[in-house]
Structures are given as C-alpha cells and as structure tokens.
C-alpha cells in the first residue's frame, strides 16, 4: 500500500514510513498521537502558519519519552490561543480562567501530591496577567512544568501588546510601535528561582522536546520558554506575515548559548534569539521544604 498526498508518491509502505519515524502502536489508519489527543475535537482553531501545532507535538512527545504514568499527568492551561491545549489532550486537564493557571497547578499539587502538574498556557496569560503567581510559584519552588510559549502579544483578543511585546513592536494598541520595556520570561524565572529554565524557539523541534523531557522530570519549579509566530496578531504587523518567515528569521538569528546569563537574553525587535538550556540546579521543592519543618515542629 502507497502513501500519496496530492500527487506526491512516496514509494515506502505505510509500515515502513512509520517504522522510518519511529512511531509507536498500530499503523493502520491512526495518527501517532492520537491516545493523547482528543481527536473529536479536531481540527484545532489555531491559524495556518501558529507554532502551537508544534509545540503541542514536541510536548507530547516528550510526555512518551519521560516514562510519567500519564494516569498521573494533569494538564492546567489559562486562556488565550495556548489554552487552548488543555481542551485538546487526552490527559486530565483543566481549563482555568485568565492568568489563574498557576495557581490552580499549585492547588491541584497540594492537593495530590503524587500528580506530575503541567502549567501550559501563553506569555499574556502567564507574566502579564498572571505575572504575580508566576514568580511566587517560582521562588516558593512549586513541583511544576510550565510551558510558556511566547509569540509577544495577545493573540486569540486582538492582537494587543503585552508584556513581552519588544520594543518597537507594532500591535493593535501599539500601532506606532511599543514603547514599554518588555519582562523576559527566562530573566524573569531564573531570578525568582526557578531551578531549570530552557528557551527555544518552535524550529528547533528536537531541542525543544528534549528540553520538556528534561523539565518534566526535573523536580521544582521548571520553566520552558517557546519562541513561536503569530501570523495574525503579531508577525503580519512586524515583516512576518507568515508562519514560513517566522521559521526564516528563527534559522538566521537563532543563537544557543547554553548556560548564558539569562538577565543577558532578552529578545529585541528584529535581534538575536538566545536560546539554550539556562538553568539546571537543585533544591528542595515547597513540599519538602514544608515537610522538613513539619518533621522539625514534631521532634520538638
């Protein structure tokens, strides 16, 4: 049996086209992912070009290779373009209200410990509405995942600036360029504690989904920062009117530096993109640490 798509003849069976990619299960007729999406509720709303697609897949992937009983995986999101994931896993997940996604994770852990807590939502629902729970979750080393992908605006309500938005970044409420200065996200983790903070940009597919392995089985509060386009809201307003330009501008301004200061990593208008594992360390995560003081209170 031929694979073909439009026209297009790719002279391997389906069996070996999957072996080839390393898919796992059965073959016949079923996309690889689909016991981890909820295939009723495709096709998804993001636009033609969006790098959520791929972040979703590089963070599924990543979920397969850790090992984490996914019975024991809860998926938390926000609102907004990205929070959208939660409604489209397979996994228990929860859809919370706007910039609240963190500290319904930090419930959900207190609550069940022996959950592996996955925060996946956007850059305005994470450090500009809910900047606060951001960096308190971090200093306090919550057990947490938090996927961030910033694509440096309010994409899904309009396209408006928020706190990532570049300087000189066009939006609707910025039309003659932003003049604010932007957080940077990994700056921004690194500072208030966070024991691994990762940015990379959706082109790097393979690096990204390492670094969510990594992140996931790192215990405390970790930290991955997605570069990704925005077609619609952002990247038409900036010389980025398509998804493909925003993979261009990544491949040629794309710099890893593992290990950089990330106060040293800020992303300007039209300048380099850092990327790299910055942080990698250890410590007691809030639970240890209140479990520490529970054992000292008893012995005394």
């Excluded at 942080?279 to 054992?295: A, C, I």
Aim: with cysteine; aromatic share 8%; charged share 20%.
């Amino acid at each position: 049996m031929e694979l073909k798509t439009d026209g297009y003849r790719l002279d391997r069976t389906l069996e070996t086209h999957a072996e080839a990619e390393g898919l796992r299960g059965e073959i016949h007729g079923r996309h690889p992912m689909d016991d981890l999406l909820r295939t009723d509720r495709l096709p998804h709303i993001w636009c033609p070009g969006c790098g959520l697609g791929t972040a979703l897949t590089c963070f599924l992937s990543a979920l397969l290779r850790s090992g984490l009983d996914l019975d024991k995986v809860a998926v938390v999101s926000g609102i907004g373009c990205t929070g959208r994931v939660a409604g489209y896993v397979r996994l228990d997940s929860f859809h919370t209200t706007h910039g609240r996604a963190i500290p319904f994770a930090t419930g959900l852990k207190l609550g069940n410990p022996e959950l592996k807590v996955v925060v996946f939502s956007g850059d305005g629902d994470l450090v500009t509405i809910g900047g606060n729970h951001f960096i308190h979750a971090a200093r306090r080393n919550m057990d947490m995942t938090v996927i961030c992908v910033n694509n440096f605006n309010y994409g899904m309500t309009g396209g408006q600036a928020g706190a990532t938005t570049p300087v000189g970044g066009i939006t609707t409420t910025s039309p003659y360029g932003n003049y604010e200065y932007p957080f940077s996200i990994s700056a921004l983790a690194a500072a208030s504690g966070a024991v691994y903070v990762a940015r990379w940009t959706v082109l790097h597919a393979r690096r990204l989904e390492r670094s969510i392995v990594e992140a996931l089985l790192k215990p405390g509060f970790s930290l991955v920062e997605v570069i990704a386009p925005c077609p619609t809201g952002f990247g038409r307003r900036n010389r980025l009117r398509q998804g493909l330009d925003a993979m261009h501008y990544y491949h040629e301004h794309g710099v890893i530096q593992h290990g950089a200061d990330p106060v040293k990593t800020d992303i300007e208008l039209e300048g380099p993109v850092i990327e790299g594992k910055f942080v990698d360390g250890e410590k007691p995560t809030f639970l240890e640490q209140y479990r520490r003081q529970l054992d000292r209170l008893r012995g005394a």
